[in-house]
C-alpha cells in the first residue's frame, strides 16, 4: 500500500510538474499575445473578470471541496454536484447575457456587450468538466491534469497568436479563452471514465451544501475581493491603467498563484486523512508552512528586483509603466501561500463556519482600505494591498492558533529567517542594476547572483528547509 509520504510527494511533484508547466507554456504564450496587442485590450478583458469569477463561484458553491473532505463519497453524490453546476451555470449564462449591455455601459466601452456574451459560455462548457476535476484531485492524480493542461495548452495558445497576429485585437483573447474551456472538458471526458448516473439526490444535495455554502460564500467574497480592483481602476482610470495593472498582478501572482495551488491541492486531501490527529496534524502543518515560505518568498524577492529587466525584455517598453505595480504586488503576494495554509486547516477540521467568518472580517478591512487609497492612484492601491495581505495574516491565524497552538507568532517565528534571507537575496539579485543598464546583463546576472546566494547561505546557515527540499527532490520518500 502506498504511505501517506509516498503519495504526498507523488502529488506534490506532478502537481509542481503540472502547475509550472501549464503555466511555463502558457507564459510564453501570453508573451507573444501581450507583444502584438495592446494594454487597453487586457483591460477590456479585466473589467468583466468579476462577472464570471462571481458566477463561477456560485456555479461551484464549495461542492468540489465537500467531495474532497467526504470519505463516504458515493455516485450518487457526485451525479447530484454535476447537474447543479450546469443547471446553475445555463442560469447564470442567461443572466450575464442580459446584463451585458449594463455592464459595457457602466464601463461607457461598448464593445463589452458581445465580449461579455462569448466569454461567459465558459461557465457553462467548464460546468461539464467540474467532477472530472474532482476525481482527479481527490486521486491526487496531476499527472493527468499534467497531460490535459499541456495538449489544451498547445492548442488554444497556437489559436491565440494566429489571432492577435491577424489582427483581432481582444477578440484574440476571448477566442483562446473560449477554446481553452471546450479543449480542456473534451480531454476530461475523454482520459477519466466516470460517467453520472441519472439521479439527483436531495439528502445528498443537502449534506454536501451544509459544508460547501459557506465555502460559496467564503468564495465570493474572495472573488468579490480578488476583481473588485479592477472594477475600480477601470471605473475611474483608463482601460490602459487596467491593463498595465492586470499585466502587473498576473505576474506577481504566476509564482505564489502556483505554489498556492499545489499547496491548496495536495495538503487538503493529505492533512484530511489525519484531521483526527491534532499533534500530527500540527507537525506536518509546521513543516508545510516553513517549506512553503522557502519556496515562494525568494521567488517573490528575486521576481521584484528584476522585474524592469524582465518586463523590458518579454513585453518590450510599452509595458514599463506596469513595473513599480508589480514590484509592490510582489511584497502582498508572497504571503498568499501561507494564508492558504490557514484556510486549509480549517476545512480539514471541517470548520467552514469559522472560514466565512474570516473572510466577512478580513474584506472589510479590505474594502476599506481600497476605498482610502483608490483617489491617489493604481500605485497607492498597490501599497494598500500590502497592508490587506498583512491584516489578512493576522486574521488567518487567530483560529489556526485555535486549534493546532500554531498561532500568529509561532508561524511569524518559522517564517522570520527565510524572510530575511529573501530581502538580502533579492538585494544582491538587485546589485548589478547599480552599474550596468543592459537589461540582458541586469537579467542573467542578477538572477545568477540572487540565486546563488540563497542557496550558499541556506546549506551555511544549515536551514532545515533546505535539507527538506533537497531531498524532496533528489531522494525517493520511503
Known sequence: MTSLKQKTATGLKWSAFERFSKQGVGFIISIIIARILSPSDYGIIGMISIFTGVSTIFIGAGFGTALIRKQDRTDIDLSTVFY????????????????APYIARFYDTPILTPITRVVSINMVIGAFGSIQVTKLNIAIDFKTQSKISIIALVITGTIGIVMAYSGFGVWALVFQQLASTIVSTGLLWYFIGWKPVWVFSINSFKDLFGFGSKLMLSGLLDTIYKNIYQVVIGKMFTSADLGFFTRAKGLAQLPSSNVT????????????????????????????????????????????????????????????PAVPFMQVLCFSHMLYPIHSLNLNLLQVKGRSDLFLRLEIIKKVLITIVLFVSAPFGVLVMCYGTILTSIFSLIINTYYTGKIIQIGFFSQVKDMLPVMILSFATGFVAYLPAFFVKQSYFQLISGGIL??????????????SEFIEVKNFIFKKNK
Open 84 to 99: 447543479y453546476n450546469i443547471v446553475v451555470s445555463l442560469f447564470f449564462y442567461l443572466i450575464l447575457f442580459i446584463s
Open 450 to 463: 540572487g540565486g546563488l546566494f540563497f542557496i550558499g547561505a541556506s546549506y551555511l546557515f544549515n536551514f
Open 261 to 320: 495551488n499545489i499547496i491548496q491541492r495536495v495538503t487538503f486531501p493529505v492533512l484530511s486523512e489525519m484531521q483526527n490527529d491534532t499533534k500530527r496534524l500540527g507537525n506536518n502543518y509546521r513543516k508545510l508552512l516553513k517549506m512553503s515560505a522557502f519556496v515562494i518568498f525568494p521567488m517573490m524577492m528575486l521576481l521584484c528586483a528584476l522585474g524592469e529587466p524582465l518586463i523590458k525584455i518579454l513585453l518590450t517598453d510599452k509595458w514599463l
